[in-house]
Antibody, heavy 117, light 111 residues
Framework: EVQLVESGGGLVQPGGSLRLSCAASGFNFGSYWMSWIRQAPGKGLEWAANINEDGSQKKYVDSVKGRFTISRDNAKNSLHLQMNSLRVEDTAVYYC??????????WGQGILVTVSS | QSALTQPRSVSGSPGQSVTISCTGTSSDVGGYNYLSWYQQHPGKAPKLMIYDVTKRPSGVPDRFSGSKSGNTASLTISGLQTEDEADYYCCSHSDTYTLALFGGGTKLTVL
């Protein structure tokens, strides 16, 4: 059974940093693209970032470029999102996801990040 | 970046059929068959229901079907059940943006 479990969320002040992690199990982690999808409270979904199987390709939505960094550790079956210079508008539930080509095959339960003073 | 266009809400009675549309451009929905649909119940993570326009993952009932014509994709749910009440999102590959685009979401109410 595919399982994706996020951790590291919480409350942070504007301009602060936070690092999200995702523990993956139930599949060959190193064989799949992985993604972070976010959803602001009461709003729709936004594909924030993705990373290829060996970590050599990374893509970001324009609004997080230069501030967020996606990474993975295939030896530890883990995915990460380093979020710097956080803004109020980054407040959202962040989902770790196993992705196919322009689709999300499996989702974690999500973790809330709140940026507020 | 611009989201794909979906109706904000649709409704239907148990047993009926409903169709949710997802409109984009020739640079996304109309140009590629990488179009997926997701179901999201309140407080829960989304679930993949349809991918590559018409394909259903294992475990998704065949009451759910997808199609596309031009720049508009559609999700049809037949034989509506109360548990189908949820938000539905479409998602498409785009050659304009770095990452795939989501629609704004449609709330399905089963009356």
């Amino acid at each position: 059974e595919v399982q994706l479990v996020e951790s590291g969320g919480g409350l942070v002040q504007p301009g602060g940093s936070l690092r999200l992690s995702c523990a993956a199990s139930g599949f060959n982690f190193g064989s799949y693209w992985m993604s972070w999808i976010r959803q602001a409270p009461g709003k729709g979904l936004e594909w924030a970032a993705n990373i290829n199987e060996d970590g050599s390709q990374k893509k970001y939505v324009d609004s997080v470029k230069g501030r967020f960094t996606i990474s993975r550790d295939n030896a530890k079956n883990s995915l990460h999102l380093q979020m710097n210079s956080l803004r109020v508008e980054d407040t959202a539930v962040y989902y770790c996801a196993r992705s196919g080509y322009s689709r999300i095959e499996y989702w974690g339960q999500g973790i809330l990040v709140t940026v507020s003073s | 970046q611009s989201a794909l266009t979906q109706p904000r809400s649709v409704s239907g009675s148990p047993g009926q059929s409903v169709t949710i549309s997802c409109t984009g451009t020739s640079s996304d929905v109309g140009g590629y068959n990488y179009l997926s649909w997701y179901q999201q119940h309140p407080g829960k993570a989304p679930k993949l229901m349809i991918y590559d326009v018409t394909k259903r993952p294992s475990g998704v009932p065949d009451r759910f079907s997808g199609s596309k014509s031009g720049n508009t994709a559609s999700l049809t749910i037949s034989g509506l059940q109360t548990e189908d009440e949820a938000d539905y999102y479409c998602c498409s590959h785009s050659d304009t943006y770095t990452l795939a685009l989501f629609g704004g979401g449609t709330k399905l109410t089963v009356l």
